[in-house]
């Protein structure tokens, strides 16, 4: 059974803080994913990484950066957090596929709130 | 600009009703579609699509892909609360695995 832990389900932060966001998975998966989740906006990705020390920006990264030092871990850093980062974070992860173009759903962590005050 | 849309934003319907979610897509190297249920956690694989015409069916729950037409739907018959949720429908854009999300339907069942 895949496994996605994500360290807190909620947190509160103030502004200005450096915030740690962790997120592990158990399956061995080559692909972890960061997004934000916020009402009437739906999924939107943050940063992506395929291997280690590797990531990718999604289609929000400012404000946010990530690291990757180990295959089953994947961290989401707020350098400096603002209110308008208050909300729903979730971790994904998915295998890369077999070599024929196999596909693979993401499986997600629990999520962890985060209130910027 | 790849895309995903999903409609109504929101339903709700009484129990034991029919209801029928869509997504369409505009998406790059389309490589498969995917239904999830998020109830207050995260979401939860409902299904996976990659050919036309080929219903997924999982007891009250069905989905149909149209490539042609580009777009999906998610039927649920007698429905009961334990369907209210919100239904996101995602597409696999084949570039590493990157998955672009609609933004959902919020499904409420009342009894």
């Known amino acids: 059974d895949v496994k996605v832990t994500q360290s807190s389900r909620y947190l509160v932060k103030r502004t200005g803080e450096k915030v740690f966001l962790e997120c592990v998975q158990d399956?061995?998966?080559?692909?972890m994913f960061w997004y934000r989740q916020d009402p009437g906006l739906g999924l939107r990705l943050i940063y992506f990484?395929?291997?280690?020390?590797?990531?990718e920006k999604g289609d929000i990264p400012e404000g946010y950066s990530v690291s990757r030092e180990k295959k089953e871990r994947f961290s989401l850093i707020l350098e400096s957090a603002s209110t308008n980062q208050t909300s729903m974070y979730l971790c994904?992860?998915?295998?890369?596929?077999?070599?024929?173009?196999?596909?693979?759903?993401?499986?997600f962590g629990p999520g962890t709130r985060l209130t910027v005050l | 600009e790849d895309k995903v849309v999903q409609s109504p934003l929101s339903l709700v319907v009484h129990e034991g009703d029919t209801v029928t979610l869509n997504c369409s897509y505009e998406?790059?190297?389309?490589?498969?579609l995917l239904w999830y249920k998020q109830e207050k956690k995260a979401p939860t694989f409902l299904f996976m699509l990659?050919?036309?015409?080929i219903e997924k069916k999982s007891g009250r729950l069905s989905s149909i892909l149209d490539k042609k037409e580009l777009f999906s739907i998610l039927n649920i018959t007698a429905t009961q609360t334990g369907d209210s949720a919100v239904y996101l429908c995602?597409?696999?854009?084949?570039?590493?695995?990157?998955?672009?999300f609609g933004t959902g339907t919020s499904l409420t069942v009342i009894p």
């Open positions: 994904a992860s998915s295998f890369e596929g077999d070599l024929a173009g196999g596909f693979s759903e993401q499986f």
């Open positions: 399956m061995d998966h080559e692909n």
């Open positions: 990484s395929y291997d280690v020390k590797m990531k």
């Open positions: 998406v790059t190297n389309f490589r498969s």
């Open positions: 990659t050919s036309s015409g």
């Open positions: 995602a597409v696999d854009g084949n570039t590493g695995n990157q998955f672009y």
